[in-house]
């Protein structure tokens, strides 16, 4: 994988529980450039749709719960650095606090 840029841990507004969760629809009906703010990394210069990992906003910038808890499941299998992960996992446990969410044992161990 190229150079992996994370994005910061930042708060942002909760979208309705009612919100289904598609990752593929969701990430297919933005522009590349929207993703940016959608996603937790992405790889190079973020100039093509499959360069973004963990989408897990929408595109007006809430969160998304079950964004959230899919990114966290994703960061046991990516094949990243270590350094990556556990940066992404710091970003991910900033929405589980912002969500009043307990985050998973491993997420935790991750982001020590």
Request: net charge positive; hydrophobic share 40%; with cysteine.
């Amino acid at each position: 994988m190229d150079r992996l840029t994370v994005m910061p841990p930042h708060p942002a507004l909760k979208a309705s529980n009612r919100v289904l969760w598609n990752r593929r629809a969701i990430v297919a009906r933005v522009q590349v450039k929207r993703l940016r703010s959608m996603c937790l990394a992405f790889s190079g210069r973020g100039r093509k749709r499959y360069d973004y990992l963990g989408p897990h906003h929408l595109s007006n910038g809430k969160v998304v719960w079950k964004g959230v808890v899919a990114c966290a499941k994703m960061l046991n299998w990516l094949k990243v650095s270590d350094t990556a992960k556990k940066r992404m996992g710091q970003h991910l446990l900033g929405h589980y606090r912002q969500l009043g969410k307990k985050a998973p044992d491993r997420l935790m161990e991750m982001v020590k």
